[in-house]
C-alpha cells in the first residue's frame, strides 16, 4: 500500500514506549468500564464511547420505571429529582460545591439562559456582550439572539482580544474553555479574573473541557457556565447539557425561560410564576427522563476516578501522540493547530492537512476513528479513560501511512 | 369495607354492558401492543403506558448503535434526522401535511419559541400577547416573558372570552386546545378564525389533545403549535415536545434560539446565522437521541389506527365512564368539572370532590390509577388505544366504593 515514513526500528522503539506506559497507567483498568472493540476511538470529544453497564440500567429505566412503575416513577424512581441530582454527579467533575448545577436542555438552550440571564444581573449602563469569535458557532448565534432580546450590543472579539475589549459598557464575556477547532485550552482563571475587574459577568462554555482537565469553576469565581455531557462525560448521544449558576448569584437569576419546573411550588399549579431557590430555577420543561438516566448512570464510571490523574493522563496522550505523528507522518505532512505548551492544550489534537475529509474516511476504514472538520482539519480527540497509549502510537501510524500514500 | 352504593343487580348490568362494549370495540386488538397488568391505567394523560416493543428498541439503539457504531450513527442509524422525521410521523396524528413538524425540547421552551416567532410575524403596532387563563400554568410563564423580551403587553382571557379581547393591538393568541384540568376541548376551527379575523396569529398548546382526538391543524389554517409526546402519543417520560409551523409561515419564522441545528449549513460551521428552510428551522440543539428514538419507535402503536376511530372510542369510554359514576356514587358525592357535550370534551373526566388527594391514593392502592390536582380535584384520562370498557366500569365501581366510606 505505501511506505513505511518510520524506520521499522523506531517504530518498534515506540510501539515497545507505548506498552511500558500503557503498563504504568493507573487508569488503564478504567477501560474495562466501558464496551469497546478493536476501534482505535479518538472521536470521544464528539460521542462518548458506551460504559458497559449502561445498556442494564436503560433496561431496567424503560421496562420496570416507565413500563410497570409508570407515573409512581416521578416520585419512586426519583425521576423528578434527576436534574439537581446529576448536577451535583457534575459538580466535582468541573470544581463545584452542590446545588449549583443542573441538568436538561441542550447547551444551546443553556447558554441561552445563561446570557440573557447574566445580561440582567449587570450593572447599570452595561449593555454589551462580549462574545468568543473562535466559539462553537452555536454559542454565537445564541448570543446574537440573546443580545437582540435584551437590546444589547454584540462584538465576537478572540479570547486574546478580551482583556482589552472589556469596558464599562460590558455585562458579560461568553468564552469557550477549549476550541472546539484547534483544542486550544484558554486561560479561564486570568480571563475570569480580568472580566471581573472590569465588573463585568463571565459565562465559560465547558463542552470540550468537563472531563477531561479540572475547571475550578468555584475556585476561580466563574459566575455562570454551561456544558454538554455526551463528550469526555459519556452521557449519550444528545444527553442533556447543564447550567451552572455561583449559589451567590442564585438569588438573582432571573431565567429567559421560567418553565414551570423552576417554580417554587411547581405542583401548586399556580399561575403566577415564583422562581424556586437555589440551581433549580435553572430548570425549565419536564426533562427528557430517558436520556436523562443514561447520563446518570454514565457518569458511574468516574468513581474512584480524579480529575487531576486524568488531566495528567491527556497530556501524556497528546504528547506521545504528538511525538509518533512526527516520526511517523514526516515534516511538511500535517500542521498542528493545537498548542505545544500543556497549559494551552486541552484533549485534543487537530491536524491541518490536504484532503483531510479523505483522509479522515481512510483512517475510519482503518479503524481510527477521529473526525474531520471544514475545511481541513483532522481532530483527535483523547479520552483517558478509556484511551491507551497502545491506541494512540497506532492511529498516529496508520495515519502516518495514509499520508504516505 | 363499605356499602355498594348501586344494587348488585345495577351492578351485573354495567359490567355485562362493558363486556359488550369491548366485544364490538374494533381498537380492543390494540392494548396488546403495550405493556399493561391488571392495573386500570387511568394517567395516560399524564404518562402514557409503554409501548411493549420499545424496550428492545431502545436496548438496539443503546447497545448497537451507541456502543458499536458510536459516531457513525449520527448518520448511519439517521440520529441527525430524528427531529423531522419523528415530526412528519406526528403529523398525520394532528392533521398537518409533511414537513411542518420537528420534535425536539421541551414544550415549555417550544412555547417560547413560537410566541417570540408569532410576535415578530405580527402586523405593524401589533404588541398584546393574549394567553389562555385556564392554561397548564407553564404556558403562562412563558408567554410572561416572552411578553417582557418583545416589548409586548401580555393579557391572560378565558378562551371564552378570547374573541371579545381580540384587536388591533393583538400579535397573538396562546390557547390550550383542551383544558389539563376541566378536561374541557376548546374550539379550535372558531377560536383560530376569529383570531385571524382579528389580524392576529393563532398559537395552539396541544398536549392534552394530540393522540386523542382530532387536531386538524392543516384544515383550521393554524399558525403554530407545541405539544408534548409523553401523554396520549406515549413516547415515554418527558420525551422531546414538538413544535408545528405552518408551511407558509416559515419562511418568516424567526426563532429567538437559533442553535446550530437550525442553520441551513450546520456542519459549515459558519460565525453567521442562516436559518434552513421549512420546520428544520424549528429546531435548536443537538437532541435527546435516546428519548428521541424512544418516542419515533412508540410511535408505530398508531400503525393503522385512524384518530376518528380513537375520538369515538375516546367519547364512548367517557361516557360510559359518567353514566357509571352517576350509578355507583349516588347523587352529590362528585362534582364533574368535564363538560357533558361531546364538542366541549377531551379525554379525561375531572371530578371534584371532598379530600380527592386521600381519595387518589385509595384508588391507586386498589388499582385504579388516576391523578390528583390540586386542591380538590381527580384527573381519570382515557386511552382509547389501552383502556376497554370494562377497565371503565370497574374504576368507577371501585371509586364508587371509596367514596361511600
Known amino acids: 500500500m505505501s511506505e513505511p515514513t518510520a524506520s521499522a526500528p523506531k517504530a518498534a522503539e515506540l510501539a515497545a514506549l507505548a506498552r511500558t506506559l500503557d503498563a504504568a497507567d493507573d487508569l488503564a483498568p478504567v477501560r474495562e468500564r466501558f464496551a469497546l472493540d478493536d476501534v482505535v476511538y479518538l472521536d ?48 466535582p467533575l468541573v470544581g463545584a ?56 450590543t454584540l462584538r465576537a472579539v478572540t479570547p486574546q482580544e478580551v482583556p482589552s475589549a472589556l469596558g464599562d459598557r460590558t455585562a458579560v464575556v461568553l468564552l469557550n474553555h477549549v476550541d472546539y477547532r484547534t483544542g486550544r485550552l484558554h486561560d479561564l482563571p486570568s480571563l475570569t479574573a480580568a472580566i471581573h475587574a472590569s465588573g463585568a459577568l463571565a459565562v465559560w462554555d465547558l463542552c470540550h473541557s468537563a472531563g477531561a482537565l479540572p475547571v475550578g469553576l468555584d475556585e476561580h469565581g466563574v459566575d455562570l457556565a454551561v ?88 497530556l501524556a496522550l497528546t504528547d506521545f501522540f504528538l511525538r509518533c505523528v512526527s516520526e511517523y507522518s514526516g515534516p511538511g505532512r500535517v500542521q498542528c493547530l493545537t498548542p505545544d505548551s500543556h497549559a494551552e492544550r486541552g484533549s485534543q489534537v487537530a491536524l491541518r492537512c490536504a484532503d483531510a475529509g479523505e483522509v479522515m474516511k481512510r483512517l475510519i476504514a482503518r479503524g481510527v476513528v477521529g473526525d474531520f472538520r471544514h475545511p481541513d482539519v483532522l481532530r483527535f480527540g483523547f479520552t483517558p479513560l478509556y484511551t491507551g497509549f497502545g491506541d494512540t502510537e497506532r492511529a498516529a501510524r496508520i495515519l502516518g501511512e495514509e499520508l504516505a500514500r
Open 44 to 91: 470521544g470529544n464528539s460521542l462518548g464511547a458506551l460504559p458497559a453497564h449502561v445498556p442494564d440500567r436503560m433496561a431496567d429505566v424503560v421496562r420496570r420505571q416507565w413500563g410497570e412503575l409508570r407515573i409512581r416513577s416521578w416520585a419512586e424512581s426519583g425521576w423528578w429529582t434527576a436534574p439537581e441530582r446529576i448536577g451535583d454527579r457534575i459538580a
Open 227 to 314: 456544558g454538554c455531557t455526551y463528550k469526555y462525560l459519556n452521557g449519550g448521544p444528545g444527553s442533556p447539557a447543564y447550567l451552572y449558576v455561583r449559589s451567590e448569584l442564585q438569588p438573582r437569576f432571573d431565567s429567559p425561560l421560567p418553565g414551570w419546573n423552576s417554580h417554587q411550588d411547581p405542583f401548586g399549579m399556580s399561575p403566577s410564576y415564583a422562581p424556586a431557590p437555589g440551581a433549580l430555577r435553572g430548570r425549565v420543561g419536564t426533562p427528557d427522563i430517558l436520556s436523562m438516566l443514561a447520563l446518570e448512570a454514565a457518569l458511574e464510571v468516574w468513581d474512584g476516578v480524579s480529575v487531576a490523574a486524568v488531566r495528567a493522563k491527556s
Open 97 to 152: 460545591a452542590p446545588g449549583q448545577i443542573v441538568a436538561g436542555d441542550s447547551t444551546s438552550v443553556n447558554v441561552f439562559k445563561a446570557l440573557v440571564a447574566a445580561t440582567r444581573m449587570a450593572g447599570e449602563g452595561r449593555t454589551e456582550i462580549l462574545v468568543d469569535a473562535t466559539t462553537f458557532p452555536t454559542d454565537g448565534y445564541i448570543a446574537e439572539s440573546a443580545a437582540r432580546l435584551t437590546g444589547c
